[in-house]
């Protein structure tokens, strides 16, 4: 059973970091893009980020280049997000989610919670 | 950068009837590329239609998806109460390799 767990989140100040992760299982891990997406209250769905099966190549949504770094462990199946210079518009539940055919996203975690506010 | 948007904002419609939902995007897109998410209220989103028509694994053949270029659809051909969600469409960027999501539909069963 594909499996994805985030953690990390939480409350921090404006200004402040991040780091979320994604514990993935039941499924090949490096053969896979992996993605983040984010939820804002009262908003709809973000693309965030995305990291192809090697970790070489990484892309962002324009709003978090320069702040937020992507990057995965395939040997420990693992994504994470680093995510800096925080603003009270990151506050979000953010996904990470698996890249399938059609780089349809396939598999979502729960989500986690972040809340920057001072 | 393409931008998708979606019509109706809501629909409210009784259990058995038909739901279609529209999604535009401002240039044309392939439509290998254009999936549609169902998201319940605290829960994830979850995967209905991936290259625009096809559905994904376990999803109820009330579920269709259609359309090319510019414009399209999902139906929802019988309604059931588990139906009430917010839908998104989403449509993939081969070129600059991003997604962009649509603003959402909430479908409301009376």
């Known amino acids: 059973e594909v499996q994805l767990v985030e953690s990390g989140g939480g409350l921090v100040q404006p200004g402040g970091s991040l780091r979320l992760s994604c514990a993935a299982s039941g499924f090949t891990f490096s053969s896979y893009w992996m993605t983040w997406v984010r939820h804002a209250p009262g908003k709809g769905l973000e693309w965030v980020a995305n990291i192809k099966e090697g970790g070489s190549e990484k892309f962002y949504v324009d709003s978090v280049k320069g702040r937020f770094t992507i990057s995965r462990d395939n040997a420990k199946n693992s994504l994470f997000l680093q995510m800096d210079s925080l603003r009270a518009d990151d506050t979000a539940v953010y996904y990470c989610?698996?890249?399938?055919?059609?780089?349809?996203?396939?598999?979502w975690g729960q989500g986690i919670l972040v809340i920057v506010s001072s | 950068e393409i931008v998708l948007t979606q019509s109706p904002a809501t629909l409210s419609l009784s259990p058995g009837e038909r739901a279609t939902l529209s999604c535009g995007a401002s240039q044309s897109i392939t439509s290998d590329y254009l999936a549609w998410y169902q998201q319940k209220p605290g829960q994830a989103p979850r995967l209905l239609i991936y290259g625009a028509s096809s559905r994904a694994t376990g999803i109820p053949d009330r579920f269709s998806g259609s359309g090319s270029g510019t414009d399209f659809t999902l139906t929802i051909s019988r309604l059931e109460p588990e139906d009430s969600a917010v839908y998104y469409c989403?449509?993939?960027?081969?070129?600059?390799?991003?997604?962009?999501f649509g603003q959402g539909t909430k479908v409301e069963i009376k």
């Open positions: 989610a698996r890249a399938e055919i059609f780089a349809s996203l396939d598999y």
């Open positions: 989403q449509q993939y960027d081969n070129s600059r390799t991003t997604w962009t």
